[in-house]
Structures are given as C-alpha cells and as structure tokens.
Nanobody
Framework: QVQLVDTGGGLVQAGGSLRLSCAASGRTFSSYAMGWFRQAPGKEREFVAAIAWIGGNTYYADSVKGRFTISRDNAKNTVYLQMNSLKPEDTAVYYC???????????????????WGQGTQVTVSS
C-alpha cells in the first residue's frame, strides 16, 4: 500500500502562485511515476503534470506549460507542483497520484494510476 497526502491548496487571485505538496508513505517503489490531476465541477478529471521517479523526466498538459513546474524530493518522498500565473480556469480539486508501472504512452491517463491522494481545492478568483 502507498498512502498519498496532498496539501497546499487555497484561494488566490488571478496571477498569483501556489505550491502543492504530495507526501508518499508506506510501500514505495523506485520505478514509479507521480502525477497531478485536477477535476473541476461538472468536468472529467484531467492530467496536469507528471514526473518519473527515476531520471526525473517531466510531462505537462499544454494548458499549464510554462506556468506550472513539477518536482520531487527523493529523500522526503514528496512531489511538488509549483503553480504560477494562475488563472480562474485553473480552479479545481487537485489530486496527486502514483503509477507503479508507468509508460510514456500512459503517463497522462488517470485510469493507469494506482494510488490517489484525497485532493486539495485550488480556487483562483478573477
């Protein structure tokens, strides 16, 4: 079992910044990938960003490229999502997730992830 706790959400004005954190505990694997997804009311869960634990390759949705940065701290088993230049359309519940057998083809697909955090609300006001 892997437990994920995601924190750091809040209310921010457009143009502002937030940093989300996802702490992993329990059984951890050296080859898994960590991702961030978000879900706005009435919409499907969508991919935001992902990072491979080995090598650190990163992947981003087009809508957040240049504004969001995913990073990891191996010693703390923690992944971060730095969100800058936030827009009202970024408003959603953000979830971190762990994919124990990631592939390049599936790393953006939520159905392939094995464990999920409880979610943290991000609200961007205009």
């Amino acid at each position: 079992q892997v437990q994920l706790v995601d924190t750091g959400g809040g209310l921010v004005q457009a143009g502002g910044s937030l940093r989300l954190s996802c702490a992993a505990s329990g059984r951890t694997f050296s080859s898994y990938a960590m991702g961030w997804f978000r879900q706005a009311p009435g919409k499907e869960r969508e991919f935001v960003a992902a990072i491979a634990w080995i090598g650190g390759n990163t992947y981003y949705a087009d809508s957040v490229k240049g504004r969001f940065t995913i990073s990891r701290d191996n010693a703390k088993n923690t992944v971060y999502l730095q969100m800058n230049s936030l827009k009202p359309e970024d408003t959603a519940v953000y979830y971190c997730a762990a994919d124990l057998k990631p592939t390049i083809a599936t790393i953006t697909q939520p159905e392939t992830y094995d464990y999920w955090g409880q979610g943290t609300q991000v609200t961007v006001s205009s």
